[in-house]
């Protein structure tokens, strides 16, 4: 069993959540991300790691409340705990020194981009960070990016914040910011990041897309998190969840998320809303 050390809605259905997990803290590292279970009999849920204290051995992670199950973990709190929590997981994100990095974050995202930027940085690039959202109430720790990050912007669909539109927009934003990355590595939902696929593909920069198709061992051993990457299958689990964004095939992803979209909300649909789960 894991403590829970924080749980709390940092922005409309985007929650932030701190469990007390020594062994994770100690080996987290940027790009790993941990499995757990709301509650016995509950749903493997995968979280990216958001951010880690190894000194208090506390881990967080930023997720979004989308069906039952992250419902279930949406009504956690201090001093309640969780069955299980396994991590960290997956191929850590490369860290070296390239130059100039952008960071693309939208939703859950901003959140695991974080450590991304912050390790960076440390290494001496030269790091911006670009986070999105459909308006400026949605955006979060913004100030915790501009602390580390050399640049900051903002892209909203309403265009209360920054720049009006989406990632499609990303070609002519780095233009007009005079911007040229020698990496790029976006985080969030499947079709923010295929949008960044293709906006990058005409600069072939080197860009690197964090995967998050169904799961649920987490060990390469179900293979139910499979896709195709340049042709060969991987594992997001194993084999990423970090992968070239140009070398993914977008429509198999696509389709493969579709697969248990009904099943993921009828619990809620079931019992009306989500506090009744």
Not at 60 to 68: E, K
Not at 90 to 104: D, M, P, S
Not at 177 to 191: K, L, M, N, S, W
């Amino acid at each position: 069993m894991v403590p829970v050390v924080e749980r709390r809605m940092i922005v409309p259905n985007v929650h932030l959540l701190t469990v007390e997990a020594p062994e994770v803290a100690e080996s987290a590292q940027p790009g790993n991300f941990v499995i757990l279970r709301p509650g016995d009999g509950g749903e493997r849920i995968p979280l990216t790691i958001a951010d880690w204290d190894a000194g208090a051995g506390t881990v967080t992670s930023v997720f979004v409340q989308v069906g039952a199950s992250t419902a279930r973990l949406a009504r956690l709190k201090a001093g309640d705990q969780v069955p299980s929590y396994a991590g960290p997981l997956g191929r850590a994100t490369e860290i070296a020194h390239f130059g100039q990095v952008l960071l693309i974050g939208g939703c859950y995202g901003i959140g695991s981009i974080y450590p991304i930027a912050r390790a960076l940085t440390a290494a001496g690039n030269r790091v911006v960070a670009l986070i999105e959202a459909r308006s400026s109430y949605l955006l979060y720790w913004e100030d915790r990016l501009r602390e580390i990050a050399e640049r900051v912007i903002t892209v909203t669909r309403d265009g209360s914040r920054g720049y009006k539109g989406h990632v499609t927009r990303l070609a002519e934003i780095l233009t007009l910011e005079g911007i040229r990355p020698d990496r790029v590595v976006a985080h969030g939902c499947t079709f923010q990041m295929m949008a960044v696929a293709e906006q990058t593909r005409p600069f072939g920069v080197k860009t690197l897309v964090s995967m998050n198709p169904i799961m649920i061992d987490g060990t390469g051993m179900c293979g139910v998190c499979r896709l195709t990457v340049a042709g060969s299958r991987k594992f997001a689990c194993v084999d990423g969840p970090e992968f070239d964004a140009q070398e993914v095939d977008w429509d198999e992803v696509l389709a493969r998320r579709e697969s248990y979209a009904a099943e993921e909300v009828s619990p809620l649909r079931r019992s009306g809303s989500a506090s009744h789960f």
